[in-house]
C-alpha cells in the first residue's frame, strides 16, 4: 500500500530580508531518545495502520486537491503531544520552532498542522486502531530486545474524566445552561413563526444558577431549618428545570421544521441531550425529595461525560470516591505495558486476571514463566487458572488468615523476589499519571478516553524501548581472553 509522506527538504528557503542565510537539516543531530523514537515509529506496518482510518475519512482527497498531510508526520505529531504534555497548540508552536521537532516529525520544511487539522485527524483514529498500535509497538519491543514477555504484573488504577465534581444542584444547572442554550439558538433559526411563540424558547439559566448558589449557601450552614430549605430550593430548581426540558422537546420538531440544516444538527443534539436531563432530573427527585438511596450504577455524574463511574477503591480521604473509568494494565518485563483495558462501571479487579493471562498468551504465544498481583486481585481461582495456562511461578499473595503451609509458601525466596517485581507496577502506574497524563482524560467521550489511555500507553512503551536501544551495553570478553 502507497504511504504518502512529504518530500524530503534538507535545505530550506533563504529566510526573508537574509538572502544568504539557510538552514540545513540533513546534519542535524536529534536528542539520542527522540532518534531511537523515530527508529521505532518508522515502521511500515505502524504506518499503514493508521493509514487505514485516515483514508476513510476523506477519500476524494487522495486523488483532488492539495496533498494531505503524510501519515509519518500525524502519527509523530500524536507522539510528540503525549511525549511533552502538550496541547494541540503548543504542539504546533514548539515543532514549528524546533528544527529538531521538525526533523523527528518529517515536517521538515513544510508548513505545520494547525490544531484543527491535528484534532481533526485524531478524532478520524478509531479505538480498535490505538490498540493495535500499541500491540505492534509491544512486538516491536520484542525485535529490539527490550522485553521477552517472561514476567508478567497486573494491576488496576483510575482515570478520571473531566468533569467537575458532581452535585444534585450542579447537573440540574447545567441541564437548564444546555438546554437554554440550545433553544435561545433555537429562536435566532425559527424567527417569527405563528406555530412557534416565544415562551416556548425562554433561557431560565439565570434564574437556576441563583437557585444553585442558595442550595450551595444553605449546605454550608446546616441551621435547624436546614432540611426543609433544601426541600423547598430543590422543588423550585426541579420545576425550572422540568419546564425547560418540556419546552425543548416542544421546539425540538419545529427547530427542525423551521431551522434548515443548521436546525436538524441543533435538534439532534437536543435529541442527545434530552434522555440525560431526564435521568438527572429523575434521581434528583429520588435522593433529595423522596430520600431514597439511589444506587452508583444507576447514577449519572456528567452531562458532557456519560460514560464515567462511580468508583470506590477504599482509599483514604479525599481519594475515596473517583469519577471517571477504572483500568487494568499488564506489564511485562522492560516497563512494557502489554495490554490495557477499560472497565465498565467497577467491577472487582480479580475477575481481569483470567483475561491478562489469555492475552499476555495471544500477544507474546507463550505463558509468563512468573505472574504476580496483589492481595485485590489474588485468589485461589486466580492461581489455579494461572497454573492452568503453564505458569511456572505464580505468586498471588492471599489475604486473611493463612494456614502454615500457606505462611511456608509466600516466605519462599522466589515469591518474596516476586513480591518485590510486583510492587514495580505502582511505580509505573505513577509514571503514567504523572508523565503520560493518565490521571486526567482531557479527551472528550468514551471514544476520546479510550484513545487517550491507549497513546499514553503506548509513547510509554516507545520511551522505554527507545531507553533500551540508546542504553549502552558491555562488551563480553572474546573467548580464550587472559
Sequence with gaps: MLIMAYPRVDILKPLQGFPDIYIDLAGLAMDPLLAAIDRILDDERLLVMVWNDYATRRPHCLTTGRRSTPVEALIRLQAVRRLYRWSYRQVRVQVKGSLALRQFTRVYGHAVPSHGTLNDWECALKPATV???????????????????????????????????????????????????????????????????????????????????????????????????????????????????????????????????????????????????????????????????????????????????????????????????????????????????????????????????????????????????????????????????????????RSGSLTPDRIEYERQKWFRLAQRFRAGVEGRISVLKRARQLDRCLDKGEAGFEKWVGWGCIVNNLVNVARFIIKPRRRRPAAGAA
Aim: hydrophobic residues 35%.
Design 131 to 397: 490498540r493495535l498500535i500499541n500491540q505492534r509497538v509491544v512486538e516491536l519491543a520484542v525485535e529490539y530486545g527490550a522485553t521477552e514477555g517472561k514476567k508478567l504484573r497486573t494491576d488496576g488504577t483510575v482515570t478520571e474524566t473531566n468533569i467537575h465534581y458532581p452535585t444534585d444542584s450542579s447537573l440540574l444547572e447545567d441541564s437548564v445552561r444546555v438546554l437554554g442554550r440550545m433553544l435561545s439558538a433555537g429562536r435566532e433559526l425559527v424567527g417569527e413563526q405563528p406555530d412557534a411563540p416565544k415562551s416556548l424558547f425562554v433561557n431560565h439559566t439565570r434564574s437556576v444558577r441563583r437557585l444553585a448558589r442558595e442550595i450551595a449557601r444553605a449546605a454550608r450552614k446546616k441551621g435547624a431549618d436546614f432540611t426543609p430549605k433544601m426541600h423547598k430550593l430543590y422543588r423550585k430548581l426541579l420545576k425550572t428545570t422540568q419546564a425547560t426540558l418540556d419546552h425543548a422537546r416542544q421546539a425540538m420538531p419545529v427547530i427542525r421544521r423551521y431551522g434548515g440544516l443548521a436546525g436538524e444538527g441543533l435538534a439532534d443534539s437536543l435529541q442527545h441531550y434530552l434522555p440525560l436531563v431526564e435521568q438527572v432530573i429523575d434521581q434528583a427527585r429520588r435522593r433529595v425529595v423522596q430520600g431514597e438511596q439511589v444506587p452508583a450504577t444507576e447514577k449519572l455524574v456528567s452531562l458532557f461525560e456519560p460514560h464515567t463511574a462511580i468508583i470506590k477503591r477504599g482509599k483514604p480521604a479525599p481519594r475515596d470516591t473517583e469519577f471517571g473509568r477504572k483500568i487494568m494494565l499488564d506489564e511485562v518485563d522492560g516497563g512494557i505495558i502489554a495490554d490495557y483495558r477499560i472497565l465498565s462501571g467497577n467491577p472487582p479487579e480479580a475477575d481481569q486476571f483470567q483475561d491478562s493471562l489469555d492475552n499476555h498468551q495471544t500477544l507474546f504465544h507463550h505463558p509468563p514463566d512468573l505472574a504476580t498481583t496483589d492481595r485485590g486481585i489474588a485468589s485461589p481461582d486466580n492461581e489455579d487458572a494461572a497454573h492452568r495456562a503453564g505458569v511456572k511461578q505464580v505468586a498471588l499473595p
